[in-house]
């Protein structure tokens, strides 16, 4: 397993990436080793700044959820697969989208336990009739996720 710091728009990111694919993306404040960053783990660097800097609205990258099984795996594959950039769906929508549209609570805790943040985009993800709803990142994280949407085109939520 590899990880290094990588610097965001909104501060320094770990990216964590096993041999099968990327595993987790750490908000700023979470503590991972650093190592030396691969070519492989470049691959991973560049899209992730390309996506940063508008560039790139979907990434190219093997992801490794090994561990995350079940619906809250259906729901990170079908929220990857569904919910392109600039387009948001409710917790409801999602569990829909998924195979279980009485499951929002359940959509719900699969985005808030997203190990791959902006990768897997649970900023996308928002409460009942399109309220901004909530978002890990600490203290700042509802402005977090305001600014997420913003830079995909999405500024009317309440």
Known sequence: ??????????GELTVVVSDAGVQEISLPGDDQPEVEITKADRAVARQLDEWFAGRRHAFDLELD????????????????????????VSYGELAALAGRPRAARAAGSAMRNNPIPFVVPCHRVVAAGHKIGGYGGGRNAIALKRELLAREGVSTLR
Not at 1 to 10: E, V
Not at 73 to 87: A, F, I, M, S, Y
């Open 65 to 88: 959820l090994t561990g995350i099984e079940g619906f809250r795996r259906v729901v990170l594959d079908t929220l990857v697969r569904e919910v392109p950039w600039g387009e948001v």
């Open 1 to 10: 397993m590899k990880a290094w710091r990588q610097p965001s728009p909104y």
